[in-house]
């Protein structure tokens, strides 16, 4: 049963458009994350915020902003995609003091 | 630093035939292990999570795995594999327990009849 919803599923845009992708959380966790997966399935965790304070930020471009206004949502904002921005962004959430995280089914982005 | 190698980027195996996926790990303390599944056009979802005591555990859907600290490994195993198990999958560890999670690259594993 799915508890972690992302919105929208596929986004077509072009080079330099603003995007911005929505992520909620049911399970009462207090911890989510931006997840980016390219084109061969690795992953690489942008962000993490635990009780609406930024935990990590590893090093992502500047163009993206994680939003959140309370602990079960988080989004995300691409201020001026990219072509390399093309991939699958995928939201996760955990309590901190757990390590299982439980995923969306993801945002696949492409960049024309 | 912490790393896990899957070496295996794609395995092919039959139907009915037992399966095993390679997970390689580095680290210097207590690692706990995961292992996800994600399915075609969907987000990963756990099987099994390693922390301590018996080294093999049990997952969801007749999976199981077993850790080897001497051989730094935890593999995936299942002994009769279904095509509805195709998909990647993920060895993940985490260091010391936090959630700062390191994932291995994934093995595409493609079942056919």
């Known amino acids: 049963e799915t508890a972690v919803f992302q919105t929208p599923n596929y986004h077509v845009t072009q080079v330099g458009n603003e995007v911005s992708f929505n992520c909620k959380q049911t399970l009462g966790h207090d911890t989510m994350y931006w997840y980016k997966q390219d084109s061969k399935k690795l992953l690489k965790i942008m962000f993490s915020?635990?009780?609406?304070?930024?935990?990590v930020n590893e090093t992502v471009p500047r163009r993206f902003s994680p939003q959140s206004s309370d602990k079960a949502h988080l989004n995300l904002r691409i201020k001026s995609v990219e072509p390399e921005d093309s991939a699958v962004y995928l939201c996760?959430?955990?309590?901190?003091?757990?390590?299982?995280?439980?995923f969306g089914a993801g945002t696949r982005l492409s960049v024309l | 630093a912490q790393s896990v190698t899957q070496p295996d980027a794609r395995v092919t195996v039959s139907e009915g035939a037992s399966l095993q996926l390679r997970c390689k790990y580095s680290?210097?303390?207590?690692?706990?292990l995961f292992w996800y599944v994600q399915y075609p056009r969907q987000g990963l979802q756990l099987l099994l999570k390693y922390y301590s005591g018996d080294p093999v555990v049990q997952g969801v859907n007749g999976f199981e795995a077993e850790f080897s600290k001497s051989n730094s490994s935890f593999h995936l195993r299942k002994a009769s594999v279904h095509w509805s198990d195709s998909a990647v999958y993920f060895c993940?560890?985490?260091?010391?327990?936090?959630?700062?999670?390191?994932f291995g690259q994934g093995t595409v594993l493609s079942v056919i009849p």
């Open positions: 680290y210097s303390g207590t690692p706990y």
């Open positions: 993940v560890l985490s260091p010391g327990g936090n959630n700062k999670l390191t």
């Open positions: 915020y635990n009780n609406k304070q930024l935990i």
């Open positions: 996760a959430s955990s309590y901190w003091v757990q390590n299982t995280l439980y």
